[in-house]
């Protein structure tokens, strides 16, 4: 094996893609980088002189394919859709069988499908893996979750695990401290094989729509403080690092405290105060959404919060509507302490219910494409370096540890436990923003999943009779086996009275 050739490549340097290939050449592996605009290559690699592995300069793809040690490992960092599949077939022809592709990018799971596919049928490997972390996670340890042929993953492997984040074999808490030049060493990598071909993407955007959840909740949490108890982003930055001390340990958690305490650094006020309440996203959250619906897989939380962000898009004709559209006063009376204390619950079990339902979809779509995940293993490598990374984690892990065909989180003794013990204050939360007239789409979306799932007996009865009536659907019938259909003759004349 040559020394001088490089260990792996990287096609988009971008800010992910910059800070990736730095995070590899700080592990002491060797990369080639290449950018379409060759003076963008050359000015990175200039400016990072010194990295223990070493980054090498290729202004066309030729170089950079001849650069790296066989079988060729190339990362892909650009935008997902069209411009991966046109990088894809600019790399094919300096190719050789056997080389190895890694689409690194937020591509939907059932493009990499394909592109796997395709690519295995001219004799080449395809990995789409999930990275998760944004800047920071891909500068000093991302959270990585590869889909794709076992064989490559094996080659890729030892990159993977050495360039992600690591946590706490013991407690499952990330380790920090990482520096340029200065990676952890040692700890659970969190990085993991999900499964074939577009598992990792998959379990990816479930990922983000989870995160959807979760940062819509937190929203609605601070909507409350500051609607009904008049709380000062101070203080609310106060609240939220004093709940970033218990069960709600987590990366939103904190960088929310953050947020809050922070100045405006043009005019001193509040720096949240100041940023108008319009929210953009990327379709990860959507993605998830209408997977769910399509699966027929109830993720309510999960479509409430990206529905949040498109009502937030509407910013004008909200305004109008406030003006013209009436709902009740803003006059809470109650104690303010212990509400605090009710909206944390109300946090909880939502995240709880929301995480619930993003693992009964990633259930369902193993089924769908024959995959077999693990359920532990998803969240330990949510631990650190993603987005999402919370101690909540390790509650999961634990509970497919202790029952790995676990049907649903809720079922689990630690959160069944959990929500039993906070339910109450939960119920609070949604009934006194509801009097209030404060939106609250996942904390009441969550309520509800929550019930429904508990409930033994659902009015779908009545809706199925209806479908029955107006276009002949059938209807299961509850003295009967399940799987045995049928249909009443509805014409008014043949109507019978109830027997009484």
């Known amino acids: 094996m040559d020394d001088n050739l490089s260990e792996i490549g990287l096609i988009g340097l971008a800010v992910m893609g910059q800070n990736l290939a730095l995070n590899i050449a700080d592990h002491g592996f060797r990369i080639s980088v290449y950018n379409r ?12 002189p010194d990295t223990p592995g070493g980054l090498v300069d290729c202004e066309s793809l030729e170089k950079l394919v001849s650069s790296i040690q066989r079988p060729r490992k190339i990362i892909l960092l650009v935008q997902a859709g069209e411009a991966t599949d046109a990088v894809i077939n600019s790399l094919l022809p300096h190719l050789d069988k056997g080389d190895i592709i890694i689409d690194g990018g937020n591509a939907k799971w059932t ?45 890729l492997e030892p990159i993977w695990q050495s360039i992600a984040a690591k946590v706490d074999p013991e407690n499952g808490k990330p380790l920090e401290g990482a520096e340029p030049g200065k990676p952890i060493e040692g700890g659970f990598p969190c990085s993991a094989y999900i499964g074939p071909n577009g598992a990792g993407h998959y379990v990816k955007m479930v990922h983000n ?30 609240i939220f690092d004093d709940w ?3 069960s709600l340990d987590s990366f939103l958690i904190e960088i929310t405290a953050d947020i809050l305490k922070q100045a405006d650094p043009r005019t001193g006020k509040p720096f949240v105060d100041i940023v108008l309440d319009t929210a953009g996203q990327k379709g990860t959250g959507k993605w998830t959404s209408v997977n769910a619906l399509d699966m027929g897989v109830p993720a309510p939380t999960v479509s409430e919060a990206v529905f949040a962000r498109c009502l937030s898009a509407v910013k004008e004709e909200r305004v109008a509507a406030e003006s013209v559209l009436s ?30 339902q993003g693992f009964q979809l990633m259930r369902e ?70 009097e ?37 659907h059938t209807y299961e019938r509850t003295d009967e086996e399940r799987g045995n259909f049928f249909h009443i003759d509805w014409p008014e004349s043949e109507r019978v009275e109830l027997a009484t």
């Open 37 to 48: 605009t060759s003076s963008k290559t050359k000015a990175f690699v200039e400016s990072n």
């Open 111 to 155: 493009d990499t499908i394909r592109r796997e596919k395709e690519l295995k049928g001219k004799g080449f490997h395809f990995i789409g893996s999930g990275v998760s972390g944004g800047e920071e996670g891909a500068r000093f340890g991302p959270s990585l979750m590869p889909g794709g042929d076992l064989e490559a993953w094996a080659t």
């Open 209 to 238: 729509g989870i995160e959807y959840g979760d940062m819509q909740m937190i929203c609605e949490a601070y909507d409350l403080m500051q609607r009904l108890l008049d709380l000062t982003p101070l203080e609310m930055g106060e």
């Open 244 to 246: 970033n001390k218990g």
């Open 327 to 356: 709902g009740p006063e803003h006059s809470f009376s109650g104690d303010k302490v212990e509400f605090v204390k009710a909206i944390r619950d109300a946090l909880y079990c939502s995240k709880i219910c929301s995480y619930a």
């Open 365 to 434: 779509a193993q089924n769908e494409y024959d995959w077999e995940l693990n359920f532990g293993e998803i969240a330990q490598i949510w631990r650190g370096g993603c987005i999402i990374r919370a101690a909540f984690l390790q509650k999961i892990t634990e509970a497919y540890e202790r029952d790995p065909s676990l049907a649903n989180l809720l079922l689990d003794p630690y959160f069944r436990d959990s929500i039993a013990a906070a339910q109450a204050n939960w119920r609070k939360v949604v009934a006194t923003a509801a």
């Open 436 to 472: 209030h007239g404060v939106p609250i789409p996942t904390f009441a979306s969550a309520l509800a999943y929550y019930d429904g799932y508990r409930c033994a007996r659902l009015p779908q009865n009545l809706l199925q009779a209806q479908r029955d009536y107006f276009g002949a």
